[in-house]
């Protein structure tokens, strides 16, 4: 009986440990959502309207880089091969 006493305190412990180390990640886990929650609520909100004129900004930039390049050098000018 004393043998099977110390076999089922020594199971106790070692699932009192396990649940010790998932409390543990678990309030990790929770500690992490929170300081991103925190994250975002502090970040400033960007509009629908503001990414379209930062997208077209972008777009008209590459079209006139494009039509830059294309006038220092006309289709005709053009060689293939370095």
Do not use: C, Y
């Amino acid at each position: 009986a004393q043998a099977a006493w110390q076999r089922l305190e020594q199971r106790m412990d070692q699932e009192f440990d396990d649940l010790g180390r998932q409390l543990h990640a678990i309030a990790t886990l929770v500690e992490q959502a929170n300081a991103n929650a925190e994250a975002a609520a502090n970040r400033p909100v960007v509009t629908g309207e503001q990414i379209r004129t930062a997208a077209t900004s972008v777009k008209d930039t590459v079209l006139r880089a494009r039509r830059s390049r294309r006038d220092r050098n006309p289709p005709a000018n053009r060689q293939l091969g370095p």
